[in-house]
């Protein structure tokens, strides 16, 4: 070119540097190209314009994912975006590798990328050749050591075969990606297919059950321990024409078997094939090597784990009870889900067991008998607190079995689980310490009545036919195993009609990081809010704090990660099976006697639980203060015992309380005028200033003493 001629265009500049010329709008979802570029992305070299399908049907997909990060990380850092692409023909091979350089901008109106480069081919050698694939990857040896990590971690989580399947059918390797992948397992002296990927299902029926003779690379591989890489179809046809046809079907150019090796024996094979031919170089093989490595591990570990589940859930299930037939007029609902560590075992239990007949327990008219619920939870979740706990169940339902009341059960099954932990070997250790709380009822189903002992399991809670949820506190002793000795006082009350008992471990109440109190508020809400029927609530609370439905007899343990839940509902039906209809009324019953002045803190707490949703926190705080001070009247101004009557009636925000206090003293008593030091004496006083109404009532023996409140509505509060 002479000095002083023009310049030549920026088309022809471009055109004899062999480089093409592309735009790119996503709002429009078209791309222009010059005809260099058109040459290059394989089609016809004139200039066109095509829509974002076209242009990434001629790209490797790994590339074209690659493209979209680029442009959006240097659109956001306002540089260049450069990147390495794959180009691929009409059969999907790879015909070149291509360099793009573009300054993308982004539209913030519009939500979309404006993009203006040019496209370059690239003068490494083809793809297959450690040059090219250097030219794709920009570092071959950084890249293999990410997508190792990457790959590793991804298969140290997978926790199912399944999992380990479908990440094996993620791996994208750095530059040389297989489309098809097959994992083969042995049965025996056959080969099996345990997954496959990149072919159409059924694909696989001519390679299952294949003999290990057989002469097919998957099988040598098996034999020998050794891998088999083939570069070419012709490679494939030579060395094996027997099973040649089988793989030739498939349209591939390249394959790589490697060994499935874990504890120096090995399981199977894993079959990579490719679309394109690859030279296996040293760097690919040792790449394939690692992740066959990671892949034979990753299945090894799910497969115990598999495994384990199996035998755990079938252990489990073998221990649990199936609930026995329909009791008339109760109904009866339970469920039972293992932590998610390890086995999966356990030691919660229920149980429900028929009682004998006899003068004490004889059938009644409906021809139902006595039955006893049992629900308990030995000390651990490892196999032993599951072998424990199958063996404290058989016992219990032996001594119950033999007819011997609650208490006597309770004493018997802790003597026998003192003896069998005690096994006369001394240990320091308090981790070989093992005990189990229980709660055993016995039931009536045609009073409704229940005696219940305990051993140092949580109370009961009870349900009531208005929705109201109150824990029920019951007499108990020590767990089970500690004293051989112990006493296990019962506890006699009646489920009215309409009302369901809930006995539960203590797992139900604490998961979720709750602890008991934080934990039965939760609980609490959930009963109170249910609508449907016992079961449909027994389902309703295993989901509120775990996940799906786990009962044992309708599908799988699902996993936990804290303690087991095992959960029992009994629920009288309204008389006549009819639909119960919520009374306007809530009652509560207590008795509080001389010798247990400790009661009183439980007839507080009954109170409290009553009144859960009064409207005033002052009225609630008065009327519990105003029933302890009227109990202790009575247990320190009488020698007789104190029963309890709580009633709550009316509309929500128009409610009235009227609490009594029943004793057979004779003397009435009378409000005093304590002085500033005395001790006693305020007791009527502070009725008189705390309550709405009140009034000391004689009657044929003893007495009775009462106060009301009555709520305020909402908006005068």
């Not at 691929?88 to 793009?100: Q, T």
């Not at 030579?238 to 120096?264: H, I, V």
């Not at 063996?391 to 208490?407: N, T, V």
């Not at 009073?447 to 109150?470: K, S």
């Amino acid at each position: 070119m002479r000095t002083g001629e023009p310049l030549p265009g920026v088309g022809d500049v471009l055109a004899a540097l062999a480089t093409g010329l592309w735009q790119w709008d996503t709002s429009t979802g078209l791309v222009a190209v010059d005809a260099e570029a058109a040459r290059l992305l394989g089609l016809p070299a004139q200039e066109a314009t095509l829509t974002e399908a076209q242009v990434r049907a001629r790209l490797h997909p790994v590339d074209w994912n690659e493209i979209t990060g680029v442009v959006q990380l240097a659109a956001a850092e306002g540089t260049l975006a450069e990147v390495r692409i794959r180009v691929m023909d009409e059969r999907g091979r790879i015909i070149r590798v291509v360099r793009s350089r573009s300054r993308p901008t982004f539209d913030s109106r519009r939500k979309a990328y404006e993009l203006l480069g040019t496209l370059q081919e690239v003068t490494e050698p083809t793809p297959g050749s450690p040059a090219g694939r250097s030219a794709v990857t920009g570092d071959w040896r950084r890249s293999r050591e990410a997508f190792l990590l990457d790959a590793g971690r991804a298969l140290a989580e997978a926790r199912s075969t399944a999992e380990v399947l479908r990440v094996a059918a993620g791996l994208s390797m750095p530059g040389f990606s297989p489309d098809g992948l097959a994992v083969f397992g042995v049965e025996g002296d056959r080969l099996t297919i345990i997954g496959h990927h990149g072919q159409r299902p059924g694909d696989e029926g001519p390679f299952v059950h294949m003999a290990l003779e057989t002469d097919y690379p998957a099988a040598e591989v098996v034999r020998t321990g050794r891998a088999v890489y083939l570069s070419s179809p012709e490679q494939y046809r030579a060395r094996y024409p027997l099973t040649w046809p089988l793989a030739q079907r498939f349209n591939r150019r390249s394959w790589a078997f490697l060994p499935l090796t874990a504890s120096g024996r090995t399981m199977g094979a894993w079959m990579a094939a490719f679309a394109y031919p690859v030279a296996f170089t040293p760097d690919e093989r040792s790449v394939l090597t690692t992740v066959a490595r990671m892949l034979a591990q990753a299945l090894t570990r799910a497969g115990t784990a598999e495994t384990e589940r199996e035998l755990s859930q079938g252990l489990q299930r073998s221990m649990m009870p199936t609930l026995g037939p329909e009791v008339p007029g109760m109904d009866v609902a339970a469920r039972y889900v293992p932590t998610g560590g390890g086995l999966q075992v356990g030691g919660d239990w229920y149980d429900m067991i028929p009682l004998p007949g006899g003068p004490a327990r004889s059938r009644n008219k409906a021809g139902a008998g006595r039955f006893a619920l049992v629900m308990g939870d030995v000390q651990g979740h490892d196999v032993r607190a599951a072998g424990l706990m199958g063996q404290l169940r058989i016992a219990l339902r032996a001594y119950a079995s033999e007819g011997h009341r609650p208490d006597a059960v309770l004493s018997r099954a802790s003597r026998f689980l003192h003896g069998i932990v005690d096994d006369g070997e001394e240990s320091d250790e308090l981790s070989d310490l093992r005990f189990a709380t229980c709660l055993y009822a016995e039931v009536d189903p045609r009073t409704g009545v229940l005696e219940v002992a305990r051993a140092g399991h949580p109370d009961p809670v009870i349900r009531m036919a208005d929705g109201t949820v109150l824990m029920r506190p019951t007499a108990g002793g020590l767990p089970l195993g500690v004293d051989p000795d112990a006493d296990y006082p019962t506890t006699r009350f009646t489920l009215e009609p309409g009302e369901t008992m809930m006995i539960c471990t203590d797992g139900l109440i604490e998961t979720g990081g709750h602890d008991l109190d934080t934990g039965w508020q939760r609980i609490r809400t959930l009963l109170e809010r249910h609508e449907g029927d016992t079961e449909e609530l027994a389902d309703a609370l295993v989901q509120a704090v775990h996940g799906p439905s786990s009962h044992h007899t309708t599908g799988p343990l699902a996993d936990r990660r804290e303690d087991d839940i095992a959960v029992l509902l009994l629920t009288r039906r309204p008389d006549g099976g009819a639909v119960a209809v919520r009374p306007e009324i809530r009652r509560t019953l207590l008795t509080v006697a001389q010798a247990e002045p400790e009661r009183i803190s439980v007839a507080r707490q009954q109170l409290r639980e009553l009144l859960h949703d009064w409207s005033s926190p002052d009225q609630l705080d008065s009327a519990v203060l105003l029933l302890s001070e009227m109990l202790t009247n009575v247990l320190v101004h009488t020698d007789t015992d104190a029963l309890l009557l709580a009633e709550m009636s009316g509309e929500k925000g128009e409610r009235r309380l009227r609490v009594e206090v029943n004793d057979a003293g004779e003397e009435l008593p009378h409000k005093r005028r304590p002085g500033e030091l005395a001790s006693s004496g305020r007791g009527l006083v502070l009725i008189e200033l705390l309550a709405d109404a009140w009034g000391v009532e004689p009657r044929g023996v003893g007495k009775s003493i009462w106060f009301e409140l009555y709520e305020p509505p909402r908006d005068k509060l």
